[in-house]
């Protein structure tokens, strides 16, 4: 094989390694009520993040989801990112997720009448992103908060709600 075939191997292999990893990324698409049904184990915490791509501010605050998800890799927590762009932008995640090495789980909000999603997350949630719920059915614990928030005060709120 000359080097002009390698090169041109190479850059073929290159070209489809994102297509394959693409593929093999699985996003998804629940409603409210198949996402708050699944968090349902009596032994775990969950974090679930509400949050789109158009979202500055919900992008800005991504990487404490990362970190998140590797400060609890050993505890039963789970965290899941819940997408809620719009239907034409879905195929676009797996791609916008691999750019910002998103680790957490990430679902694709399918429901697309607010006003029936919204009050099933929480009752007060005036549907601004991003927003944050986190629950432990075993203790029926539950917190909402509309608006950024840390990996510091995320961990705060899990510590208190398992009574640490």
């Given at each position: 094989m000359g080097?002009?075939?390698?090169?041109?191997?190479?850059?073929i292999a290159l070209l489809l390694l994102p297509a394959q990893q693409l593929a093999a990324q699985n996003?998804?698409?629940?409603?409210?009520?198949?996402?708050?049904s699944s968090a349902s184990s009596p032994d775990t915490t969950y974090i679930?993040?509400?949050?789109?791509?158009?979202?500055?501010?919900?992008?800005?605050?991504?990487?404490?989801f990362?970190?998140?998800?590797?400060?609890?890799?050993?505890?039963?927590v789970k965290v899941l990112l819940v997408s809620l762009?719009?239907?034409e932008n879905y195929p676009k995640l797996p791609l916008f997720l691999q750019r910002k090495r998103i680790t957490p789980q990430v679902i694709w909000l399918k429901d697309?009448?607010?006003?029936?999603?919204?009050?099933?997350?929480?009752?007060?949630w005036e549907g601004s992103i991003p927003a944050t719920?986190?629950?432990?059915?075993?203790?029926g614990n539950r917190r909402f908060i509309e608006?950024?928030?840390?990996?510091?005060?995320?961990?705060?709120?899990?510590?208190?709600?398992?009574g640490k």
């Open positions: 080097m002009t075939s390698l090169v041109r191997s190479l850059a996003i998804p698409a629940l409603s409210m009520k198949q996402i708050l679930i993040n509400f949050w789109a791509t158009w979202c500055a501010p919900c992008v800005a605050e991504l990487p404490e990362n970190a998140l998800q590797e400060h609890y890799a050993t505890k039963p762009d719009f239907k697309t009448n607010p006003n029936d999603f919204v009050p099933l997350a929480d009752k007060n719920l986190i629950l432990h059915p075993r203790t608006g950024q928030i840390t990996e510091a005060q995320v961990a705060g709120i899990v510590a208190e709600m398992e």
